[in-house]
């Protein structure tokens, strides 16, 4: 380790660093005296104990469909109950153009370790284009992901504006 005078930017960068230890020493000692004196130890809680939150580990399942009707997937996915979720859309447009992101929202896990939502499309709006949904959580929580084909939004629906005049022949 070199030398470095206390007026240089190192040296205030390291008296730095060792006045925050020395700060952090003192709460944890502070901390240990507190939990260390008999009269603490021995009275009545005034307040309901709280039990550290247990850690959320899992994985994260997906399944998405077209919404119909309308230009938008509906996602349902199950994972750890009250696990925080970003819900990522991308849309590969075309072999020549970049995946792009769609959209990102993000979500809780209800209690019961569902989450259902409707989410749009837009501006993915490329008939043929593959919309793909990534579901990522915590670090110790497996991602979900699963793309689709962008169709219509009523591809069952025979609109008469649609249809092609019938071809006369003579």
Do not use: W
């Amino acid at each position: 380790m070199q030398y470095c005078p206390i007026g240089s930017p190192p040296g205030r960068f390291l008296l730095e660093a060792v006045q925050i230890l020395k700060q952090i020493a003192l709460f944890a000692l502070a901390g240990i005296a507190a939990v260390a004196t008999p009269s603490a130890a021995m009275a009545e809680p005034t307040q309901p104990v709280s039990v550290a939150p247990k850690a959320t580990v899992g994985m994260l399942g997906l399944h998405i469909e077209p919404a119909t009707g309308t230009d938008a997937v509906s996602i349902a996915c199950s994972g750890p109950a009250g696990a925080p979720v970003t819900v990522t859309l991308y849309a590969t447009l075309s072999s020549d153009i970049p995946t792009v992101v769609v959209s990102r929202h993000d979500f809780t896990i209800d209690s019961h370790g569902m989450l259902a939502t409707t989410i749009p499309i837009a501006s993915d709006f490329v008939r043929g284009s593959i919309l793909t949904v990534r579901v990522t959580s915590l670090d110790t929580v497996s991602p979900a992901q699963a793309s689709l084909i962008v169709g219509a939004p009523n591809p069952h629906v025979k609109v008469p504006v649609e249809q092609l005049p019938p071809i006369f022949t003579h």
